[in-house]
T-cell receptor, first 112, second 110 residues
């Protein structure tokens, strides 16, 4: 069965500190992997995506993620967090013209 | 260019009433998806349209839910005889390998 696990429900990071959000997936075929961000009352904004090729992908707002097939992981990272990064982050897995399966999300809090 | 748009932004209705939610996908996108986001269930797939193919309705939670897509563009999600558990944010997305989401419709059933 297809599934995505985001083990951290909440994470608090100090402004300027580095961030890593964890994502593990289970998918029968070659996965397409995504990270989306959702601010309160907003829709989902695409941060980055992985289809194939280079396993380290760059996204918007200074985010990057690394695909590790052996670990079935696609962790999101940012070297220095800004207060405006506070939001909920969703990892998702899918394929071409297929529904997305989402994780339960990680809420990021940024402390001054 | 313009992104995915949804209307209304918010909808409050009484239990038992029917509601219609609208989605305008990005121009040229043949694939359109509906998802539901609720506190207890997270983000759930509802239904998927791709061109002229039969829609994938496998995520619809009950026969009270239906959707159509006219002319390969605009889609309407209809919920009949709404129940309180239908309260959620209904998100529409369009795209091929990448799905781009609209702002959602927040539905509250009293």
């Amino acid at each position: 069965a297809q599934s995505v696990t985001q083990p951290d429900i909440h994470i608090t990071v100090s402004e300027g500190a580095s961030l890593e959000l964890r994502c593990n997936y289970s998918y029968g075929a070659t996965p397409y992997l995504f990270w989306y961000v959702q601010s309160p009352g907003q829709g989902l904004q695409l941060l980055l995506k992985y289809f194939s090729g280079d396993t380290l992908v760059q996204g918007i707002k200074g985010f990057e993620a690394e695909f590790k097939r052996s670990q079935s992981s696609f962790n999101l990272r940012k070297p220095s967090v800004h207060w405006s990064d506070a939001a909920e982050y969703f990892c998702a897995v899918g394929s071409f013209f297929q529904k997305l399966v989402f994780g339960t999300g990680t809420r990021l809090l940024v402390s001054p | 260019g313009a992104g995915v748009s949804q209307s209304p932004s918010n909808k409050v209705t009484e239990k038992g009433k029917d509601v219609e939610l609208r989605c305008d996908p990005i121009s040229g996108h043949t694939a359109l998806y509906w998802y539901r986001q609720s506190l207890g269930q997270g983000l759930e797939f509802l239904i998927y349209f791709q061109g002229n193919s039969a829609p994938d309705k496998s995520g619809l939670p009950s026969d009270r839910f239906s959707a159509e897509r006219t002319g390969g563009s605009v889609s309407t999600l209809t919920i009949q005889r709404t129940q309180q558990e239908d309260s959620a944010v209904y998100l529409c997305a369009s795209g091929k390998e990448t799905q781009y989401f609209g702002p959602g419709t927040r539905l509250l059933v009293l």
